[in-house]
């Protein structure tokens, strides 16, 4: 693998409406510095396919290829208001193809005028050797365990679990260990915004069963009474009333995890999603880059 260093000179951080410009610039000039704009480096050596990994990386890549018959393919998670915009650019710059990881993000890229035939759902992987649950468990204190992300729907959480006796919360950052997840007895996800459901996949991978609303990534990951439990709504009551049928009946929660497991091994799986990635790289690169030798 080669790794080639582009500099984004000024270093100051730019404005928004400066982003397109600065981001054109990066994808087709050589700095004072003497670095090789992406345009440059990829003309002089000719990738079959470039493959970029937001929408700001996915504009410098389409500049950068303009003028050649490179395909561009761009993953991304979800939209906010900037990259709705940055979207529509991208398709007007005709991206091959526009990968995100679960059915919600694909229908907000329809709206923003993706052609659906354009777009392909790859989820998030997960390691299901470091991920499973077999290996040492936390210690923990009180009779049941809850671990859900430091993140929006914290609070409904945290107001939860004062309706679950027995019960602690353990708030997880970005990082989360296999042995934290194997200590737990459910882990909930109340974000509105988690495109990849990664610390969801991750607990699954684990025997875990997941507590999650139905969007997003869950909407996807999490099979409704079957690898865990959707949850309609952030009333703290109703959140409650589903972590006390999941924390305090061993039998289910080993149901949910069982069917968890069996889920991550056959869909997330890093070498699941690989090929996944493979056929699209070979959909988008010219026939000529597929013939060998």
């Known amino acids: ?34 670095h090789m704009g992406l345009g440059r480096d990829l003309t002089a050596d000719p990738p079959d396919v470039v493959h970029a990994h937001s929408w700001l990386s996915g504009l410098a890549a389409l500049a950068a290829v303009q003028h050649t018959t490179i395909p561009v393919l761009l993953t991304c998670d979800g ?26 993000d694909a229908a907000d890229l329809v709206v923003a005028g993706v052609p659906r035939s354009r777009i392909s759902v790859v989820p998030a992987g997960v390691n ?16 049941y365990r809850v671990i859900a992300p430091d993140e929006d729907g914290i609070d409904v959480v ?14 997880a950052g970005d990082r989360v260990t296999p042995e934290l997840l194997r200590s737990a007895d459910a882990v909930v996800c ?27 990534a869950f909407a996807d990951v999490v099979v409704d009474g079957i690898t865990g439990v959707h949850v309609p709504t952030r009333e703290p009551r109703a959140l409650a009333q589903v972590l006390r049928g999941v924390v305090g009946d061993p039998v289910r929660r080993c149901t949910l995890g069982v069917a968890g497991r069996d889920r ?7 070498d699941r999603v690989t090929e996944e990635m493979v056929r699209l790289y070979a959909k988008c690169a010219p026939p000529a880059a597929l013939t060998p030798g």
């Open 264 to 270: 991550v091994e056959c869909r997330y799986s890093w």
């Open 158 to 171: 945290r107001a939860a679990l004062g309706s679950v006796p027995e019960t602690e919360l353990v708030v």
């Open 1 to 34: 693998m080669r790794i080639a260093l582009v500099s984004a000179e000024p270093a100051r951080h730019p404005h928004t409406d400066e982003l397109p410009q600065r981001l054109s610039a990066l994808g087709h000039t050589v700095t004072r510095h003497g």
């Open 128 to 143: 299901t050797t470091v991920f499973s649950p077999n290996g040492p468990v936390a210690e923990r204190a009180e009779t």
């Open 190 to 216: 109340m974000s509105r915004r988690d495109s990849a459901g990664r610390l969801a996949l991750e607990a699954m991978a684990c025997g875990v069963p997941v507590v999650a609303q139905a969007v997003r």
């Open 79 to 104: 939209l906010d208001a900037t990259e709705h915009r940055l979207a529509k650019r991208v398709v007007g710059g005709t991206a091959s193809r526009i990968v995100v990881s679960c059915q919600d």
